[in-house]
């Protein structure tokens, strides 16, 4: 795993000059010339990274959906977001990088402002590149015109730079979060056709007692099975039914514990390990807050 400390050190393995500001850069993605290194094969950085591009030519999927605005494509990547490059993947940016812009920021750059703790709330940080956010024409001007007030900021440092930047920063973020929220809806018809897959890939894994074998489905799994992060699976949902992915799940295994406990004669905790739980007790509480009665009192509503 090769480790890319600072934005000084990104420059370089870019081919770019050395960054005006040592915790803070914006560069224009036509100019990058990735050095051929094995450095690319997996690596990540240590700092924030916010990147527009435009123009996009080639269609852009979401999951196992195309998506339908090509305006501009927005990415965020996290410290330590472990990315990978090919030598053919390389040696094609050289040739067409398209347009746009990369904001890069160091944590270190957001010590002692709101925005050091605000930032671990944006789960687009840990979106999948392939759950990118895309803008339209309208959006995608708004976030170029922040781009280009932080670069002119940082070309004469004094005692006001950062904050000024900062709030840039915080402002640019506000904007992605309105605009994935515009995408949630914008896209409903795919993530209703998500929702329908989630549902089946649950009913499946109840009814074949994968419980059994596997315990109850983690929304890391369900995630990974329907080709998304647990983060954009969570916030879909929460667009969609008001609920997290943990609490969707939770929900449709209270669904085959309803079953069981009307139609069946096994034991409240037999009912439990066939649902994953390994203690009866955790199936019990769960249950209960769930439903507000205890497994037993809703096995009596049925006798």
């Not at 600072?6 to 990058?32: A, K, N, T, Y």
């Not at 998304?228 to 449709?252: C, N, T």
Request: net charge neutral; glycine share 4%; aromatic share 12%.
């Amino acid at each position: 795993m090769h480790i890319v400390n600072s934005i000084s050190e990104f420059h370089q393995q870019l081919s770019l000059p050395e960054p005006l500001h040592p915790l803070v850069s914006v560069i224009d993605v036509s100019g990058i010339k990735p050095d051929e290194s094995e450095i690319w094969e997996q690596f990540f950085v240590n700092f924030y990274s916010v990147s527009l591009k435009r123009d996009v030519t080639a269609k852009v999927k979401y999951g196992q959906q195309y998506y339908d605005f090509n305006k501009g494509t927005m990415n965020f990547i996290a410290p330590k977001q472990i990315q990978s490059l090919t030598i053919p993947e390389i040696r094609k940016m050289k040739i067409e990088c398209g347009k746009g812009y990369m904001l890069m920021f160091h944590p270190d750059f957001l010590y002692k402002h709101p925005l050091a703790r605000a930032i671990k709330n944006y789960g687009f940080f840990s979106y999948s590149l392939n759950e990118a956010l895309h803008l339209s024409e309208k959006e995608e001007g708004n976030v170029v015109e922040i781009f280009k007030k932080i670069e002119q900021e940082y070309q004469h440092i004094d005692r006001h730079t950062q904050n000024i930047i900062l709030s840039q920063i915080d402002l640019l973020l506000q904007y992605s979060n309105r605009f994935y929220e515009r995408q949630f809806i914008t896209r409903k018809a795919v993530n209703n056709d998500l929702l329908t897959k989630m549902e089946q890939l649950l009913n499946d894994y109840f009814d074949k007692d994968e419980t059994l074998q596997s315990g109850l489905p983690t929304v890391e799994f369900v995630a990974s099975r329907l080709n998304v992060s647990p983060h954009y699976l969570s916030d879909m949902l929460r667009s969609l039914i008001g609920q997290s992915a943990k609490s969707y799940i939770h929900e449709k295994m209270i669904e085959k514990a309803k079953e069981y406990l009307s139609s069946t004669q096994l034991s409240v905790a037999e009912i439990a390990y066939q649902l994953g739980f390994e203690y009866p007790q955790s199936f019990n509480k769960l249950f209960k807050k769930k439903t507000e009665m205890s497994p037993l009192a809703f096995r009596a509503k049925f006798n």
